[in-house]
């Protein structure tokens, strides 16, 4: 017995489904991407004083011994956003100058070279702070501590100035001006 079929399948039968041939090449595009991040910049700041030191009396004969006090924090803030941030903070000290000299007058001054200049530690921010040694006569600008870190970083202290006392020899009002400025290491 023949089963004839017409436009069906018969059950049990198999059909083949010919599909038309795709082609095989594969194609892709790449598209660079890009986001820009700007930095600011690196700042240095100090507290605007007076800071008094001490005080002496002259009555009693020479004076002796130290004025010393902490200035306030120093902080450095580097906006900078660097990937590798280096910086150098210097310090300079004027000549102690007497209120009851007059302006040309600088007979009474007390050196610059006789103040001393302690940088202390690191009370905070995130960069790798390194005090370096202690540093007298500051008349010109000299390094007193350094700083690393990665993007925006900062770092903030509070320096000791100190200054004999033997070379005060005038009843006045001394003042000195301390300077702080920072520098980047290309």
């Given amino acids: 017995m023949r089963k004839l079929v017409v436009g069906a399948l018969a059950v049990g039968s198999v059909a083949a489904i010919v599909l038309p041939a795709v082609s095989s090449a594969a194609t892709s595009s790449n598209t660079t991407l890009q ?8 700042s240095i700041s100090a507290p605007a004083g007076p800071v008094v030191l001490g005080s002496g009396d002259l009555t009693t004969g020479t004076l002796s011994g130290t004025f010393t006090n902490s200035v306030g924090s120093v902080a450095v803030t580097d906006n900078r956003g660097a990937l590798a941030a280096s910086w ?13 000299a007059g302006a040309s007058d600088h007979t009474a001054d007390v050196s610059a070279a006789t103040t001393l200049y302690t940088t202390g530690s690191k009370t905070a921010g995130n960069a790798v702070f390194v005090s370096l040694a202690s540093a007298a006569g ?21 320096p000791t100035v100190a200054v004999p006392k033997a070379g005060f020899t005038t009843a006045a009002t001394y003042t000195a001006t301390l300077t ?4 980047v290491i290309a």
Avoid: C, E, K, R
């Fill in 35 to 42: 986001i820009n991040v700007t930095g600011g910049d690196i």
């Fill in 88 to 100: 150098t903070v210097n310090a300079a000290f004027t000549d102690w100058h007497p209120s009851t």
């Fill in 138 to 158: 500051l008349g010109s600008l000299l390094p007193v501590a350094s700083g690393t870190g990665v993007g925006i970083n900062s770092a903030t202290w509070n």
């Fill in 180 to 183: 702080h400025s920072v520098t």
